[in-house]
């Protein structure tokens, strides 16, 4: 499975990509084989302030409907607008265009506390 090593993680399966103050947020290969087919995201709205591990947006699939929860606290400055009409997105290809927002960070040190790419990695294996 690929973890990429460049990205910080929640044990919830979210990733996030943090260049300068602004954290690029989005699911995990693993967490979006478990939901199979995604048919709908529901994004945070731009301005939205959010807490570290705040629900901040909705994915449904197939099989559920899941909570995605913000790695960090902040405001949203971007949700992926690709999604509304490619939900499939989040499938194909998790870490990257299927990203869901982006955050200004209020608290970067908040980013310490996440997972490593190898941490993760044990987390998968039990």
């Known amino acids: 499975m690929n973890i990429p090593t460049e990205l910080k993680y929640l044990e919830s399966h979210e ?10 947020v989005g ?5 979006q084989s478990e939901l199979s087919d995604v048919v709908f995201v529901d ?19 197939v099989k559920a409907a899941s909570d995605i929860y913000s790695p960090v606290s902040g405001e949203v400055t971007e949700a992926n607008p690709r999604l509304q009409s490619e939900p ?14 982006k955050i200004k960070l209020s608290n970067p040190a908040e980013a310490a506390s996440l997972k490593t790419a190898e941490s993760y990695a044990a987390l998968l294996k039990g």
Do not use: C, M, Q
């Open 15 to 24: 990733w996030i990509r943090i260049e300068g103050n602004i954290g690029t």
């Open 27 to 31: 699911i995990t290969e693993h967490a």
């Open 43 to 61: 994004l945070p709205k731009v301005g939205k302030k959010l807490t570290a591990k705040d629900t901040a947006a909705v994915i449904e699939s």
């Open 88 to 101: 499939a997105l989040v499938n194909t290809a998790p870490y990257g265009d299927g990203w869901l927002f």
